[in-house]
């Protein structure tokens, strides 16, 4: 079956009537929004970074294209390399509708009827084509919880209407809602439709029995592996509401959406450096656009866990643990990951300086009983999809990548007190950037890395050892730090 298929967007929130406005009067729904982006070259000039936008790039890259004609919606043949945009939003124009924005719900059922539009006007009464129809899902904001009522909510979908959705990715959706100053909002906050972000009217719309403290599951109803969440990790840069939403969220946010709420339970996601929207945002940028087509038409996924074997101590505080004084700290794991030839992107970045660092407590990784687990919880630190239609004859079958890592600690307490003698910022216990070199060999892979902080990336480095679908990838420091990185490769297309 071929990757392509119809692409629906699906565009998030406006607020007030004027931003309804602004949204309706947009052909592509902000779609088609680009950036420009001031970047500094090794000499200390400056020049324009231009993102076209998702649209013109999936006309330009991909070869797909709109479905307006002569000024009508889904009027020209659909093929499976057409972009839809859901104007769900149209009903809520005074000039196109009652003035009145849909309900979630009711903007799901829409949805659910639009792909069987676009089914029927693709597969006409072919049985074969029917059966093999999909589209793929692409929102931003709230148009993930849109989708996902539309997938969970058994009174609007079923399993045969799942069926059609190949894939959906999400642009900074607030799977687990929003929260403001630490507060998720309250759910009889009906003004403007704000209520829509509380968990207990989440918990209803997406059919989510009981009283869930979170609501971020696609409680069986879709596969998660083909849902992808792209969250943003930049609050700075966030304008709307004069300021003020990013001051509320915190930094640990895109400025709208909580690091911690914008992607749901066991689906793959990547954290970029961007805000919820403006001219930083997450879905007019290269890094989203990267991200979307790699998971949309990329047939290669890699997962990197890593396994700790050994944390140690500064030496004044080993000595204190020594002496029989209790000792915890809790430790950041950094990844950046950036595929061989990308300028301008990276497929994701999780550090400490914006917040989005994995955390993870000593116990956690090292005595899990302790901490009330069944086993270690070893970082997952990415989870990255490769095109290899990509690779061109010059160079060859080697998927390329490099991995930036580093491994530090919070502040060591010892009996209950911080821990300050000795102690420096910016310490590490690890750090270094591998490259990884990926070749098909037949059902498996040949996969050679290469720690570059000290070498070229042009040798052609050691081999990672292969354990069952897993390859191992031994990582230490001088201060005594072990550690495996643990690759899972596996095909998807």
């Given at each position: 079956m071929s990757q392509f298929h119809p692409i629906i967007y699906v565009r998030g929130y406006a607020m007030t009537a004027s931003e309804i406005a602004d949204t309706v009067s947009m052909p592509y729904m902000g779609f088609n929004l680009g950036a420009t982006k001031v970047r500094q070259s090794w000499d200390g000039t400056t020049y324009k970074q231009i993102f076209e936008s998702p649209m013109v790039r999936l006309l330009k890259d991909y070869g797909y294209k709109d479905a307006f004609s002569d000024g009508a919606e889904v009027d020209r043949e659909i093929t499976r390399k057409t972009v839809i945009i859901y104007r769900y939003y149209d009903q809520a124009d005074k000039d196109f509708g009652e003035g009145k924005p849909l309900s979630i719900p009711a903007a799901a059922l829409q949805l659910r009827d639009l792909i069987a539009n676009v089914r029927r006007q693709l597969c006409g009464e072919d049985p074969e084509l029917l059966e093999d129809f999909r589209?793929?899902?692409?929102?931003?904001s709230m148009g993930g919880l849109v989708c996902r009522c539309m997938l969970q909510n058994d009174g609007i979908s079923n399993p045969s209407v799942r069926k059609m959705v190949d894939k959906v990715f999400t642009y900074a959706t607030p799977h687990n809602g929003i929260?403001?100053?630490?507060?998720?909002?309250?759910?009889?906050?009906?003004?403007?439709?704000?209520?829509?972000?509380?968990?207990?009217?989440?918990?209803?719309?997406?059919?989510?029995?009981?009283?869930?403290?979170?609501?971020?599951?696609?409680?069986?109803?879709?596969?998660?592996?083909?849902?992808?969440?792209?969250?943003?990790?930049?609050?700075?840069?966030?304008?709307?509401?004069?300021?003020?939403?990013?001051?509320l969220a915190g930094k640990m946010s895109d400025g709208l959406v909580a690091i911690e709420n914008a992607s749901v339970q066991g689906a793959p996601r990547a954290f970029v450096y961007r805000s919820h929207s403006g001219p930083y945002g997450i879905v007019n940028s290269e890094d989203g656009f990267q991200n979307l087509v790699r998971f949309l038409f990329g047939d290669v996924r890699v997962d990197g866990v890593m396994d700790v074997e050994s944390l140690p101590l500064p030496p004044s505080v080993e000595k204190a643990r020594q002496e029989g004084r209790r000792v915890r700290a809790s430790y950041y794991f950094e990844a950046t990951v950036s595929p061989r030839g990308a300028r301008s992107f990276r497929l994701t970045e999780r550090r400490k300086e914006t917040f989005s660092a994995v955390l993870r407590k000593f116990d956690e990784m090292m005595n899990p009983k302790q901490a009330g687990l069944d086993s270690a919880r070893s970082p997952v630190l990415f989870s990255t999809f490769l095109d290899s239609s990509k690779i061109t004859v010059e160079r060859g079958r080697t998927m390329v990548m490099t991995v930036e890592l580093a491994v530090s600690a919070t502040d060591y307490f010892v009996d209950g007190a911080l821990w300050a003698e000795h102690r420096v910022e910016g310490e590490y216990l690890y750090r270094d950037t591998l490259t990884l070199k990926m070749t098909p060999a037949g059902d498996s892979w040949n996969l050679r890395y290469v720690t570059t902080d000290e070498q070229w990336s042009e040798r052609g480095g050691s081999k990672a050892e292969p354990n069952g679908d897993n390859y191992l990838i031994p990582l230490s420091s001088k201060k005594g730090f072990k550690a495996q990185l643990r690759l899972i490769l596996r095909r998807t297309g």
């Amino acid at each position: 079956m071929s990757q392509f298929h119809p692409i629906i967007y699906v565009r998030g929130y406006a607020m007030t009537a004027s931003e309804i406005a602004d949204t309706v009067s947009m052909p592509y729904m902000g779609f088609n929004l680009g950036a420009t982006k001031v970047r500094q070259s090794w000499d200390g000039t400056t020049y324009k970074q231009i993102f076209e936008s998702p649209m013109v790039r999936l006309l330009k890259d991909y070869g797909y294209k709109d479905a307006f004609s002569d000024g009508a919606e889904v009027d020209r043949e659909i093929t499976r390399k057409t972009v839809i945009i859901y104007r769900y939003y149209d009903q809520a124009d005074k000039d196109f509708g009652e003035g009145k924005p849909l309900s979630i719900p009711a903007a799901a059922l829409q949805l659910r009827d639009l792909i069987a539009n676009v089914r029927r006007q693709l597969c006409g009464e072919d049985p074969e084509l029917l059966e093999d129809f999909r589209v793929h899902l692409v929102a931003h904001s709230m148009g993930g919880l849109v989708c996902r009522c539309m997938l969970q909510n058994d009174g609007i979908s079923n399993p045969s209407v799942r069926k059609m959705v190949d894939k959906v990715f999400t642009y900074a959706t607030p799977h687990n809602g929003i929260e403001m100053a630490g507060i998720n909002v309250p759910s009889f906050l009906g003004l403007w439709d704000i209520n829509n972000f509380n968990r207990k009217t989440m918990a209803d719309y997406l059919s989510l029995e009981g009283k869930p403290e979170r609501v971020d599951t696609l409680d069986g109803k879709f596969d998660p592996n083909r849902f992808f969440c792209l969250v943003g990790t930049n609050q700075q840069d966030y304008g709307a509401a004069r300021g003020v939403s990013r001051w509320l969220a915190g930094k640990m946010s895109d400025g709208l959406v909580a690091i911690e709420n914008a992607s749901v339970q066991g689906a793959p996601r990547a954290f970029v450096y961007r805000s919820h929207s403006g001219p930083y945002g997450i879905v007019n940028s290269e890094d989203g656009f990267q991200n979307l087509v790699r998971f949309l038409f990329g047939d290669v996924r890699v997962d990197g866990v890593m396994d700790v074997e050994s944390l140690p101590l500064p030496p004044s505080v080993e000595k204190a643990r020594q002496e029989g004084r209790r000792v915890r700290a809790s430790y950041y794991f950094e990844a950046t990951v950036s595929p061989r030839g990308a300028r301008s992107f990276r497929l994701t970045e999780r550090r400490k300086e914006t917040f989005s660092a994995v955390l993870r407590k000593f116990d956690e990784m090292m005595n899990p009983k302790q901490a009330g687990l069944d086993s270690a919880r070893s970082p997952v630190l990415f989870s990255t999809f490769l095109d290899s239609s990509k690779i061109t004859v010059e160079r060859g079958r080697t998927m390329v990548m490099t991995v930036e890592l580093a491994v530090s600690a919070t502040d060591y307490f010892v009996d209950g007190a911080l821990w300050a003698e000795h102690r420096v910022e910016g310490e590490y216990l690890y750090r270094d950037t591998l490259t990884l070199k990926m070749t098909p060999a037949g059902d498996s892979w040949n996969l050679r890395y290469v720690t570059t902080d000290e070498q070229w990336s042009e040798r052609g480095g050691s081999k990672a050892e292969p354990n069952g679908d897993n390859y191992l990838i031994p990582l230490s420091s001088k201060k005594g730090f072990k550690a495996q990185l643990r690759l899972i490769l596996r095909r998807t297309g």
